[in-house]
C-alpha cells in the first residue's frame, strides 16, 4: 500500500505564505505525476497544481503566479509553496500521487488526508 502524509496547513492572514509539504511511503516502486487538489466547504474537489517525473508543471488559472510546486524525488516529497494567499484559498488541501508498487504493477492513484488551510484576517 502507499501511504500520504501532508504537512504544512493553518491560518494565515491574507497576503501571507504557506507551504506544504506530502511525503509518499510504502511499497512503492515508481511514482509518476504528483499533485493537490482542494476542496472548499460546498464546492467540488479542483485541481491546484501538478508536476511530471519529469518536472513539467501545470497549475489551476486561479494560483497560476502565486503558487509553486516542486518535488523531490529522493525523499517522495512534494511541496506547494503557496505565496499572496486569499481568502478564496480556504480549502483543505489533498495530495495525490499516480505511483506503481512494483514492476509491472498497474499505475494506481492514491491520496493523503488533507491538510486545512484557512486564509482570513
Known amino acids: 500500500q502507499v501511504q500520504l502524509v501532508e504537512s504544512g496547513g493553518g491560518l494565515v492572514q491574507p497576503g501571507g505564505s504557506l507551504r506544504l509539504s506530502c511525503v509518499a511511503s510504502?511499497?512503492?516502486?515508481?511514482?509518476?505525476?504528483m499533485g493537490w487538489y482542494r476542496q472548499a466547504p460546498g464546492k467540488q474537489r479542483e485541481l491546484v497544481a501538478t508536476?511530471?517525473?519529469?518536472?513539467?508543471?501545470n497549475y489551476a488559472d486561479s494560483v497560476k503566479g502565486r503558487f509553486t510546486i516542486s518535488r523531490d524525488n529522493a525523499k517522495n516529497t512534494v511541496y506547494l509553496q503557496m505565496n499572496s494567499l486569499k481568502p478564496e484559498d480556504t480549502a483543505v488541501y489533498y495530495c495525490?500521487?499516480?505511483?506503481?508498487?512494483?514492476?509491472?504493477?498497474?499505475?494506481?492513484?492514491?491520496w493523503g488526508q488533507g491538510t486545512q488551510v484557512t486564509v482570513s484576517s
Open positions: 495525490n500521487v499516480l505511483a506503481s508498487k512494483y514492476s509491472g504493477d498497474y499505475i494506481g492513484s492514491y
Open positions: 508536476i511530471t517525473s519529469g518536472s513539467k508543471t
Open positions: 510504502g511499497s512503492i516502486f515508481s511514482i509518476r505525476t
